[in-house]
Nanobody
Framework: VQLQASGGGLVQAGGSLRLSCAAS?????MAWFRQAPGKDREFVSA?????YYADSVKGRFTISRDNSKNTVYLQMNSLKPEDTAVYYC???????????????????WGQGTQVTVSS
């Protein structure tokens, strides 16, 4: 499986962006991680039969999935400057729920897409 991420860009604080990640085949779990300059990669959200979110994005971000297109979306609203990062999508078929937030649990990664939120 290969992943193709898109949708990043520059937006003002309070604005919205929608990221897309298209997989070349079926996967069970698809997720978004992000990495800001000088920081470790962190979990953002995942979709595995249901939605999972990091506390920092709950209520602002929404993950959804279109199985007919093997695509997962991340709708990001009320963006903050601290959301600025390179966002990566990931997929895996052998995760268990307790490992969803760990990047090492995912088998396949897409290229990153830059999200920049200006204050």
């Amino acid at each position: 499986v290969q992943l193709q991420a898109s949708g990043g860009g520059l937006v003002q604080a309070g604005g919205s962006l929608r990221l897309s990640c298209a997989a070349s085949g079926r996967t069970i779990t698809m997720a978004w991680f992000r990495q800001a300059p000088g920081k470790d990669r962190e979990f953002v959200s995942a979709f595995r039969w249901r939605e999972y979110y990091a506390d920092s994005v709950k209520g602002r971000f929404t993950i959804s999935r279109d199985n007919s297109k093997n695509t997962v979306y991340l709708q990001m609203n009320s963006l903050k400057p601290e959301d600025t990062a390179v966002y990566y999508c990931a997929a895996g078929d052998r995760l268990i729920v307790s490992t969803l937030t760990r990047g090492t649990a995912y088998d396949v990664w897409g290229q990153g897409t830059q999200v920049t939120v200006s204050s």
